[in-house]
């Protein structure tokens, strides 16, 4: 087994009540993304966002509950799992990519 392969079996849940960023104008757009930070500060590492575009704005990721991603993109409640340091990729048709970017502990 790899350092990769170790590392994705010991999942991370996030904290209940834990929040997360959510590019809110981006929902529609595809694919979907996610990556996960070092888990602090009360916010459980996750940016998520929909097409092929990522904004350095201040106001491109809206805080959310963890709670609540689901109503918002159900597709991605599988992954939330994922310890930080992971990446995700979706489409809606089927296309699915997982991947460690060592960067995102840094």
Known sequence: MNSDEHRILQ???PEAGSRLGLATATIGQLPI???????E?????????C?????????????LCIEHITDY??????????????RFLIDESGYEDIWFDEALLE
């Open 11 to 13: 999942r991370q849940a």
């Open 73 to 86: 993109l159900p597709q991605v409640g599988k992954y939330l799992d994922l310890p930080p340091g992971y």
């Open 33 to 39: 993304n996610g990556l996960r930070h070092k888990v």
């Open 51 to 63: 097409g092929e575009k990522w904004s350095d704005a201040d106001d491109f990721f809206a805080s």
């Open 41 to 49: 500060n009360g916010t459980n590492g996750w940016f998520i966002w």
